[in-house]
Every structure is written in structure tokens, then in C-alpha cells.
């Protein structure tokens, strides 16, 4: 791989659309902690697979015993404040969270502090039933620094937000479903099929309207409802000029299956 900290794989997109962009984890001696190096490499690699028009949906994942056991503690752990502060600390994981194009986050084992943060910043996340997740920073004599407070509590809500933060405890993933953290359970042997076979679907869709779909529900954390509802109304008003919804619909009614070119 051209990546010290990483695999990228690409499935698919021979045809020049449709495919996905795969990124693994890939410090298993450090259970993937993130460290400055895996934020570079993940960043180069969403910044080439954005570019990619075959690529139409990424999914990161990690190993069978740690997505990510978090930041990591040990390259953290001299830092002084002015470090953090100058290096404007984890600022860069917002790339990944302004991905434009649809990420999934396929997660078994422990995803824990950054693991369970940046496992929320993707727009999809698809757990094994070993996941368990948790932001356990308190215990570090710290707080979660890479949106834990944040996500977790818009997706959580505060009651179970404060548990979680304040404790440090982990939850399984039948807790991180109910909770609205994890979207779908899965058997752990059928973990990455069933997230390549969720991507796949998803870069089977115009990327247009895919992006167009993410932005929008985005958005819903950002603005008001009048304001997200008129987000929603201008984006699905501006899909009209697209050469897909013209075919999609077109499709439906012909009783045949669509073929999108993302044009
Ligand atoms: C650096 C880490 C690490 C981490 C694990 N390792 N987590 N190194 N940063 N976050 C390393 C261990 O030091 C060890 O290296 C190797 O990975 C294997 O881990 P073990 O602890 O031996 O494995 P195990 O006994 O199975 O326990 C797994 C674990 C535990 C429960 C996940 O590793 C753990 O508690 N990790 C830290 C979890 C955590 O606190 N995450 C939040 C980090 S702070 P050696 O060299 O000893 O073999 C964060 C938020 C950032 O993410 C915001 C501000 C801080």
C-alpha cells in the first residue's frame, strides 16, 4: 500500500462509476489508535477518492478485535497545551466528517474515544455484534476532543450522552442501536459483506442525488427547521437538471431498472 497506517482498495467502478472506496485500519499492534500519521493517510486518502468519479460511496473499517481504540494516548500523552493548541488538535478529522461523497463506517470491536468519534462522523455505521463503543476519556483525565460531546449527544441525546461521557463506561452495540448510534446489527463473519454490499447500492444511485441526500440531512444538525426544510426543498428542485432524474424516472415508468451516469 502507498500508506503507512492504512489500506486503500477500490471494488469495483471498472465502468468508470458505481464503485467503492475501502479504508482499513491498519496499526494492529496499536489496536489502530489514531495517531498524526493515520489522520495524513486517511486525509490523502479521502482527498483522492473525492477526485475518483468511478468512486461512489467509502466505507472504513478496521480489524476484528479494535475499529479504533481511540487517539492516541501515547503520542498525546507528553503534549503541552500550546502543543494542542497551535497544532489546532484533531481539527483535520473534519475532512472525514465533510466527506462529500456517502462514507459508511463498519465497525466490530472496540471503537472507543476517536474510534467511536470518527465511527460517528461517517454517515452509516454498520456494527458487528462485538462492537462496543464508549468515550472513555474521563478515565485519561480528559474530555472526548473529537466531537464525542457533540455527536454522540445529537445522536443520544443528553441523558445517556452524560452517562457515557461522564463514566467512561462502554455500551454494546444492542445499547448503541437503541440509543440511534448504530444504524444496523450484524453478525460478526458478515460485517464487511453486508457494509460493501450497503456501499454498493449506494454508488448504484445518481451521486448527485446521493450527495445531495447527505448534505441535506446534514444539514438538519446545522440550521433550523424552515431553514433545513428550504435546504432540503432547493436541493430536490435543483436534481431536476440532471440527466439521472430525467432516467430514473423514465425507468419507473418503463418498468426497467435505471441507469444512472451521475450527470
Ligand atoms: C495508544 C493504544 C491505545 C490508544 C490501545 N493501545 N489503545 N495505544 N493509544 N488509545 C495499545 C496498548 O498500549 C497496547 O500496546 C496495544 O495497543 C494493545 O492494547 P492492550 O491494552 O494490551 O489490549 P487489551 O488488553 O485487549 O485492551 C484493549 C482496550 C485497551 C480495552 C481497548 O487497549 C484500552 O483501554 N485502550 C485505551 C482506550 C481509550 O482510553 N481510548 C481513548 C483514548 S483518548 P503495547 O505496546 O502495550 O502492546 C481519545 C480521545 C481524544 O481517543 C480526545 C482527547 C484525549
Known amino acids: 500500500s502507498e500508506f503507512e497506517t492504512i489500506l486503500l482498495e477500490r471494488k469495483g467502478g471498472s465502468d468508470g462509476k458505481g464503485g467503492v472506496g475501502w479504508i482499513t485500519l491498519n496499526r494492529p499492534k496499536a489496536l489502530n489508535a489514531l495517531n498524526a ?132 463506561r462502554n455500551m454494546g452495540v444492542e445499547e448503541a442501536e437503541r440509543a440511534g448510534v448504530v444504524s444496523r446489527i450484524v453478525p460478526a463473519d458478515q460485517l464487511l459483506d453486508t457494509a460493501l454490499e450497503a456501499a454498493q447500492t449506494i454508488a448504484s444511485m445518481s451521486l448527485p442525488a446521493a450527495m445531495l441526500a447527505k448534505a441535506a440531512v446534514n444539514r438538519s444538525f446545522e440550521t433550523s427547521l424552515a431553514e433545513g426544510l428550504l435546504f432540503e426543498r432547493r436541493a430536490f428542485h435543483s436534481l431536476f437538471a440532471t440527466d439521472d432524474q430525467k432516467e430514473g424516472m423514465a425507468a419507473f415508468t418503463e418498468k426497467r431498472p435505471p441507469n444512472f451516469t451521475n450527470s
Do not use: H
Open 37 to 168: 500519521q493515520v489522520l495524513a493517510d486517511i486525509t490523502a486518502a479521502l482527498d483522492e477518492l473525492e477526485r475518483d468519479d468511478s468512486i461512489g460511496a467509502v466505507v472504513l473499517t478496521g480489524s476484528e478485535k479494535a475499529f479504533a481504540a481511540g487517539a492516541d494516548i501515547k503520542e498525546m500523552a507528553t503534549k503541552s497545551y500550546m502543543d494542542m493548541f497551535l497544532a489546532d488538535t484533531f481539527a483535520g478529522w473534519d475532512r472525514l466528517a465533510n466527506f462529500r461523497k456517502p462514507t459508511i463506517a463498519a465497525v466490530a470491536g472496540y471503537a472507543l474515544g476517536g474510534g467511536c468519534e470518527v465511527a460517528m462522523m461517517c454517515d452509516i455505521l454498520i456494527a458487528a455484534d462485538t462492537a462496543k463503543f464508549g468515550q472513555p476519556e474521563i478515565k485519561l483525565g480528559v474530555i472526548p476532543g473529537m466531537g464525542g460531546s457533540q455527536r454522540l449527544t445529537r445522536a443520544v441525546g443528553k441523558a445517556k450522552a452524560m452517562d457515557l461521557i461522564l463514566t467512561g
